[in-house]
């Protein structure tokens, strides 16, 4: 459900400002899920949670999963992927 995935996404936002990237990488996870399911892998709420996913995975010191991710983003909005340094 689109309400669902939406609220996941913004409480993962609140855990990623909040330091705690575990917890807000599993919220983005779900709010995927459920985008996926409701809106589709192209809108831009989808997207926009891949991107949080990819910030989750750079907090916890994971730049290649991160770099994957906004790759991804860029291939689906046929957009050149940025320097990670420029995340």
């Known amino acids: 459900h689109?309400?669902?995935a939406?609220?996941?996404?913004?409480?993962?936002d609140?855990?990623?400002?909040?330091?705690?990237?575990d917890k807000a990488l599993e919220l983005f996870e779900?709010?995927?899920?459920?985008?996926?399911?409701s809106v589709g892998d192209?809108?831009?709420?989808?997207?926009?949670a891949l991107g949080l996913k990819g910030l989750a995975e750079l907090e916890l010191g994971k730049p290649d999963a991160a770099e994957t991710l906004e790759?991804?983003?860029s291939q689906m909005l046929e957009l050149p992927?940025?320097?990670l340094e420029q995340l």
């Open 2 to 4: 689109t309400d669902t």
């Open 6 to 12: 939406n609220t996941a996404a913004n409480l993962g």
């Open 14 to 21: 609140a855990y990623l400002r909040l330091d705690e990237p």
């Open 30 to 37: 779900q709010a995927l899920a459920g985008h996926k399911t």
């Open 42 to 48: 192209k809108h831009p709420r989808y997207l926009a």
């Open 71 to 73: 790759q991804t983003i």
């Open 81 to 83: 992927s940025p320097p």
